[in-house]
């Protein structure tokens, strides 16, 4: 038992890291990645001095054209738009410091990291380890909420939204600086905790300056994770007349279900997801997740995960009231942006959870709305309607539990966002289960739009013929596709069903050892004796675990 004790602090522990920080695109880790895989492109050439031609000389022919950008009235929905620059948005949870333009006075404010985790970890692990041998389990929740404090306390923000610690900003990473321009590209960074609809100002002043520097009328955008909030409010207050194209890469513009239900406190392990889960890749944990993937796997499907979250979940009620009360409605439920990861089915319960009518957050509340029933609310008609003026695509993962913290977190998606909501409306099989052999995809726009696993029908999405789906992919805000990108702003005929090499249903094969990133049209594996007799196997424990939850319901 004292063991069992034990095992439970290190989950909830685990659970904290997780919930405790905003969701992550990581966007940063792959910046110089991404540096190299973008088009060599030359800023525009300097202006030519006009000089007077002597009289009686033969006309002379015309100089050569200057690269010029597309004309105005050019359908920017199928053209070559490579010639643009593109901004490329960090993601959320990037690090944040303190007196950032001082070289001096420069530190870190946050960061998630593993060492930075772990510096705010070691104060509190020797107390709470004595007190969880005691059974003290008072303690252990003064130290989990300590550590939370050391870890993620300088987020803070107070009632309006507005930093309790001043001087916070970011401006640089990954070994770029704001308005740095290479290849033709530049880095977009910014304090991720404010509001999108407040974001999307500055964003539009930033679109200003580079085009003002490269000389070009419109932008490409490249859109990582939770910065897709702020891009759909800069569609809403700005439209697109800047812009020649937006790629929405496992954007969370229509929130996540995770998000929501954790501010409902709806906090509970879910099996389901947890046998099948990408939570410690996403953070960067790469060898944990290699290790653990197949006893996950085989736990789950024996069963024993079903009866070990139960356990989890029924200890973790003891604390989980203490845990929002002093530390999560602190600090994460006060940044603004949270909210806007936050869907519109679960945004009005979620206030009256966290907020509970309290007017001294009323003015808090008015700045939040205007991201949910100015963009989110209307997120499918303002795709459609930049799509007829620019190039729009996006790129969601599928066939991935969301992290295994809440009751709903058994669904199709990228470790984070589901992928209904990534897609702008994909419909995708039941966890566990395929479309039927009989389906039919919803929308019959004679094209098929049903992934070759039936897993995940596309017809429905707001942009069926823009809109990429990748297998097995986490929430690591990948960019280069093996080239997918640049034949985006390439191709005059922006289509899912227009190249091969890039259909609307792709695999992501991750290479541990060498290549960390493969992208291959999706195909299904040829059926032998020994995948056969696997399945077979857990066709078996599969009904073995049917009988587990069987007896968890019948007992109440």
Known sequence: ??????????????????????????????????????????????????????????????????????????????????????????????????????????TIAFENSA????????????????????????????????????????????????SVHPGISRNSGSGWTQGEIRNNRAMYFYDWRLDPWDLAEGFDRYIDDIRQRTGKDKINV???????????????????????????????????????????RQFSMNADALGYTHTFDIFFMEDIQAKAEPYLKWLYESGVMEIGTKLFTQ?????????????????????????AYIPLEYYEAAKLSVFRGDPKYDNFIDGIDRYHYQAQAFSDELLREAAKKIKISLWCGYNLATIPLVPNSAVHSDNLVETFRASNGAICARWGEKLPSYY???????HNHISPDRLVDASTCALPEQTWFSKNQWHRGEYNYEGWYQWFLETTNLSV????????????????????????????????????????????????????????????
């Open 1 to 106: 038992m004292k063991h069992v004790k034990r095992a439970l602090c290190v989950l909830m522990a685990l659970a904290l890291l997780v919930c405790c920080a905003p969701p992550a695109a990581l966007a940063e880790e792959a910046g110089n990645e991404a540096a190299q895989t973008m088009p060599e492109e030359s800023l525009p050439p300097e202006t030519r001095e006009e000089t007077e031609q002597p009289e009686e000389t033969e006309p002379e022919e015309p100089p050569a054209a200057e690269e010029q950008a597309l004309p105005q009235d050019l359908d920017l929905t199928q053209a070559n738009v490579s010639g643009y620059p593109v901004i490329q948005t960090a993601g959320a949870t990037s690090a944040l410091y303190f007196n950032e333009d001082n070289p001096i006075l420069k």
């Open 115 to 162: 060492e930075n985790f772990a510096n705010a970890f070691a104060p509190v692990k020797e107390p709470m380890t004595e007190a969880a041998k005691k059974l003290d389990w008072n303690t252990v929740v003064d130290c989990l909420i300590q550590f939370v404090w050391n870890w993620a306390g300088n987020l803070q923000m107070d009632e309006n939204g507005n």
């Open 222 to 264: 490249l859109v990582t994770s939770g910065t897709g909030t702020m891009v759909l409010a800069y569609l809403a207050r700005y439209g697109t007349d800047k812009l020649a194209s937006i790629c929405f890469n496992q954007s969370m513009h229509n929130g996540s279900g995770l998000m929501g239900q954790l501010a409902l």
């Open 315 to 339: 200890a973790s009620k003891l604390i989980t009231d203490r845990i929002y009360d002093e530390a999560l409605n602190p600090i994460m439920f006060m940044m603004p942006m949270f909210w």
């Open 440 to 446: 039919k995809q919803r929308v019959a726009d004679g």
């Open 497 to 556: 069903f227009e190249n091969e090499r890039y259909p609307q249903f792709m695999e992501m094969i991750q290479h541990r050892d060498s290549n960390p990133t493969e992208y291959v049209p999706l195909t299904l594996p040829v059926s032998t004796w020994q995948s056969r007799l696997l399945d077979a196997a857990y066709f078996f424990l599969k009904c073995w675990r049917f009988l587990i939850k069987m007896a968890f319901w019948w007992l109440g």
